[in-house]
């Protein structure tokens, strides 16, 4: 398994992959599968060529995997402060230990740049097997979002954690 950065000409597998997503876990996802159809490749190409995202793909061979995003703040006052986001594994590869991987390798991104001293995420609650990952990974929980996403008439609460980038 290689996980790299990915860069606009792995637009059309992220696509898929996240499309996949959003359809599998609704609730872990703010997007919809319908919302992000609808956008066109080049969007997508945008996002992997952002300098305010960083994307990073797990393969398998030729197969995207596994993704799981960087966002950065751009505002001068919040430049110390990352957000992971995105994280998905395909249902082949999960209970692989890729979700873990993927999260080691964003936080060592992050600490590529020495602005950044805080990483934080969502999981929606109920989210066990997520929601332990990060704590594995040295993430603590610091509040809850009530109904902050809603798929369909269901309405699912947001955990939100955070962890220091130090170097370890």
Request: glycine content about 8%; hydrophobic content about 45%; some cysteine.
């Amino acid at each position: 398994m290689i996980i790299r950065t990915l860069g606009p000409q792995d637009a059309e597998a992220y696509r898929a992959l996240m499309l996949e997503a959003y359809g599998v876990y609704p609730q872990a996802f703010t997007s919809s599968v319908a919302e992000r159809a609808r956008m066109p490749l080049s969007w997508w190409e945008k996002r992997l060529d952002s300098p305010l995202d960083c994307l990073l793909g797990a393969f398998d061979g030729d197969e995207l995997a596994g993704i799981v995003g960087l966002a950065y703040e751009p505002r001068e006052k919040a430049q110390h402060k990352v957000t992971l986001f995105g994280m998905y594994v395909n249902a082949a590869h999960q209970q692989q230990g890729l979700g873990r991987q993927l999260v080691e390798a964003a936080l060592d991104e992050a600490r590529k740049q020495p602005r950044l001293k805080v990483i934080q995420l969502t999981v929606t609650a109920g989210n066990a097997a997520a929601f332990a990952l990060y704590q594995r990974c040295g993430f603590i929980q610091y509040g809850l979002e009530p109904l902050a996403v809603r798929v369909g008439v269901e309405y699912f609460d947001k955990i939100h954690m955070w962890r220091e980038l130090k170097t370890d």
